[in-house]
């Protein structure tokens, strides 16, 4: 159970299995030292290998069970866990990177917010595959989203997540 009482598959969250968050992490262009955002921390899927990969990592989590276990289980890391909602995401004000796979009902907005700053390096984020590809296909909304191009990454079937999605996945990529 999950917050609310709800069950895993009701309150929507599909993690990643850990090899396929290392693929994902390392198609994306994160440096050693980078201010990488993971929005939607979950259990660390994705923070784990940002930070092998020597990132400084932003870990954005709601659920306070999950949020409390990321930070015990990364205390000794370059990581920071804020138990926050990703609706009332404020970014950081110096430039940074996202690698996340947030939940996909606030794929559009996540989007949308992003592509209003100027100090996004780089996104890389695992969304449902038709989300991608109507992002990938209109022109980039956002007070900065002329700066941005969007292109679909990573293709990830139903089987990278544990319990498996109903619809496939893929990996939104926003670069300069």
């Known amino acids: 159970m999950s917050a609310g009482g709800t069950s895993r598959r009701t309150w929507g969250w599909h993690p990643l299995r850990p090899d396929w968050a290392r693929r994902v992490v390392a198609a994306a262009p994160v440096r050693p030292g980078d201010l990488v955002l993971d929005l939607g921390a979950g259990d660390g899927?994705?923070?784990?290998?940002?930070v092998r990969?020597?990132?400084?990592v932003l870990a954005i989590e709601l659920h306070p069970g999950r949020a409390t276990a990321l930070r015990r289980r990364f205390e000794d890391d370059d990581v920071t866990v804020v138990?926050?909602?990703?609706?009332?995401?404020?970014?950081?004000a110096?430039?940074?990177r996202v690698v996340?796979?947030?939940?996909?009902?606030?794929?559009t907005?996540?989007?949308?917010?992003?592509?209003?700053?100027?100090?996004?390096?780089?996104a890389d984020l695992v969304l449902q595959r038709a989300a991608?590809?109507?992002?990938?296909g209109q022109p980039p909304r956002g007070r900065h989203a002329r700066r941005y191009?969007?292109?679909?990454?990573?293709?990830?079937?139903?089987?990278?997540?544990?319990p498996p999605p109903k619809v496939d996945s893929a990996v939104l990529q926003v670069r300069r």
Do not use: M
Not at 53 to 56: H, K, N
Not at 151 to 162: E, Q, T
């Open 45 to 50: 899927a994705l923070t784990a290998p940002l």
């Open 53 to 56: 990969a020597g990132a400084r």
């Open 83 to 92: 138990e926050a909602d990703l609706r009332d995401l404020r970014l950081p």
């Open 94 to 96: 110096r430039p940074f």
């Open 100 to 107: 996340a796979s947030p939940p996909y009902g606030l794929s």
């Open 109 to 122: 907005a996540l989007v949308r917010t992003l592509l209003s700053s100027d100090r996004v390096r780089s």
């Open 132 to 136: 991608v590809r109507r992002l990938v």
């Open 149 to 162: 191009r969007l292109d679909a990454g990573l293709r990830l079937p139903r089987h990278a997540f544990v």
